[in-house]
């Protein structure tokens, strides 16, 4: 579990605290991936479950309830994720559990959150708490909920047990259902101040900690994530297939990257036609300044109609990113696109 909140989440930290007093059934804390949101909740948990609460609302650290946090086995909490999840680290240091590198080994695990794992919560619910308190549900990104699992949080998120609170993290609000968000009280994570976001990597040993920080488009996590994984040859052969887009190109860039997840290379595109737009428009680039001469010499031939088409056709291809029928063809079929734009 995270041992503390992160530097750049002490003011949203402060306002959660005025919440205390009332708090709602559920809060969904939403903002972009990568800034410590599921560490977040899960601190505030803690907080929410602890019985000597310090200064501040910060857990005590010292208390039964605390010692059971720690361990992952209090009776009051309840942590609801993607299977896949469970064999990853989080961010907050656990590997998984046991069950969960069972299940991984005989099948893939799912990217999903079921409806089985939204049932599951009933007999939690249903019954008293150990030491008559709030029982607390966090469920991570809200995003990967599927239909079904989607409607039965619906069913519980309107007729809401007393005594227990749902705190939900989402990277993505428009991914959905507007009855989900009517019933949660909406509260945002801003990104840091770049500055802040970069002073934490290097205090963290990240090397070329500014250019690995502007590409994960200033999310400090998502940047130490990258860095550790310590190659940028993935990323370089798609950017150099964006730089100079070309038919055959594409689809040999496609099969060699049809391994890489599909949500980063949206991704990456994404910031790749900000950027084009951003230097058509001011002449100046937020992501990939290591790339300007590429991305200048794009932008001054390129249509803006035909360059926010690409936009809008990559904002929607992310939604279908988590679920295609073939990565080899999702990535031939985005690039094919992306060089026929240009």
Known sequence: MSAAIFPWQQAAWDQLQVMRARMPHAILFHGAAGI???????????????ESAGPGGHACGACVSCGW????????????????????????????????????????????????????LSDF??????????????LYPAENLNMPASNALLKTLEEPPPGTVFLVSSNSLDRLLPTILSRCRKFALPLPAFDEALAWLKEQGVPDAESWLREQGGAPLAAQAQAENGSREEMDVFLQLL???????????????????????????QRWLYDMFSYKLSGTIRYYPRYRKELAALADKVHVSKLMAAIKGANERRATADHPLSPKLFIEDMLLEYTKSL
């Open 243 to 269: 730089a100079n887009p070309g038919v055959e190109a594409a689809l040999r860039c496609a099969d060699k990257l049809q391994k890489v997840p599909l949500a980063s290379l949206v991704s990456w595109q």
């Open 69 to 120: 946090f720690e361990q992952q086995n209090h009776p009051d909490y309840r942590r609801v994720r993607p299977e896949a999840m469970e064999d990853e680290p989080s961010g907050d240091g656990e590997e998984g559990s046991e069950e969960g590198k069972k299940t991984a080994k005989s099948k893939t695990p799912s990217k999903d959150i079921k409806i089985e794992q939204i049932r599951a």
């Open 36 to 50: 410590g949101k599921a560490q977040f909740i899960e601190y505030f948990a803690k907080s929410l479950l602890c």
């Open 125 to 138: 619910m249903n019954i008293s708490t150990h030491r008559q308190g709030l029982r607390v549900v966090v």
